[in-house]
């Protein structure tokens, strides 16, 4: 298939390009970063500006377009609502506008945080309350994909993995400064259902070529605390998990407020026939990659 990743120096975007650029002709967007000898070609495009992202899709044709890129520093949209708005919001329906009138396929990435975690378990038909400017930017964007492209796939996401800057998922936080022997804080009361990045990759693949529409939960059917999570790691990697002291999410001085619980059900996903793995298989995953230097790969492309 010829398609095209937008974030394909972010977290999501950069392993789903690394995963797949052998097995199909893949290209990537950028944006303020570039990535030096990635094994699949870039383009420079910033999304919102709209005669750049027509041209890039005049010219690459792809048949999917996989969106990934977005302003996800939550704390970075408290600070700066209207270029939030106009990359999590605008960009993508714009792009699924665009998607729709040259009939390609239009693959969408929103998130658990749209919830405002106060119940946890949410399906697809719950309704989301957003509590802030990340989550509300997010649930318009993909209200906007919905209403400007019937044929979008839209799917609210959590996962973690290696990245460019080593710094980006919970889980280099964790593992990072556990084998470093630096004591970190993990939150007890901050629920999550967290896929392993490469897996999660696998999932989109397996939706698309099912030709799904419209919008799925995709995280692990398996969920637990951040302080959990954390554990897990530690165990995993045969850290000292007694260096992570169980705190409340309360107690952190965030700037951005947290949802508590963002449990979601999977049951949609599961019903079309895709499985999803638990937490011991993506950190089964996460180990191995770590042990392949897949860390230090990643960072090779750092431009
Ligand atoms: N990480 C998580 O746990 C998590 C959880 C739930 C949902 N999500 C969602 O998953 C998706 C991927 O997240 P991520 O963690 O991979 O994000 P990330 O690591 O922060 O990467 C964001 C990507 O978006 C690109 N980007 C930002 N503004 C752009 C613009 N104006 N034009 C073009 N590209 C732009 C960035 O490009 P440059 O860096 O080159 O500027 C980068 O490639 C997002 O939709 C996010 O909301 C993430």
């Known amino acids: 298939m010829r398609i095209l990743v937008t974030g394909a120096s972010g977290l999501l975007g950069l392993n789903l390009c690394l995963k797949y650029a052998h097995e199909h002709e893949l290209s990537g967007v950028v944006n303020r970063r570039t990535l030096q000898d990635a094994p699949f070609p870039t383009v420079p495009l910033d999304l919102t500006d709209g005669d750049a992202l027509k041209k890039v899709l005049d010219e690459k044709q ?40 040259r009939n390609i396929g239009f693959l969408h990435v929103s998130t658990d945080a749209v919830f405002d975690g106060e119940r946890g378990s949410y399906t697809e038909e719950d309704q989301p309350n957003p509590l802030s400017v990340y989550a509300h ?34 889980a280099e936080f964790f593992l990072y400064n556990l084998l470093d022997n630096r004591p970190v804080k993990g939150f007890t009361d901050v629920h999550f259902c967290p896929l392993y990045v490469g897996d999660l990759a696998e999932v989109m693949f397996a939706m698309l070529e099912k030709k799904l529409s419209g919008l799925y939960h995709v995280v692990s059917p398996e969920c637990l605390s951040k302080y959990d999570f954390g554990r897990r790691i530690a165990d995993r990697f045969e850290l000292d998990g007694s260096l992570i002291a169980p705190v409340s999410v309360y107690d952190g001085g965030l700037l951005a407020k947290r949802s508590p619980n963002l449990t979601l059900r999977v049951d949609k996903l599961l019903a079309a026939g895709i499985i999803l793995p638990g937490q011991a298989a993506g950190l089964e995953h996460f180990h191995t990659h770590f042990q392949h230097g897949y860390p230090e790969l990643i960072k090779s492309y750092a431009g």
């Open 137 to 170: 930017t997010k649930l318009e964007g993909e209200q906007g994909v919905l209403a400007a492209n019937s044929h979008a796939l839209v799917i609210r996401v959590n996962f973690y993995g290696f990245s460019l800057s080593g710094s980006r998922s919970l």
């Open 62 to 101: 792809p048949e999917y377009l996989i969106h990934c890129a977005a302003m996800a520093d939550v704390d970075r949209c408290e600070r700066d609502p209207e270029e939030a708005w106009r990359i999590n919001a605008q960009a993508p329906a714009q792009l699924a506008s665009l998607c729709a009138e």
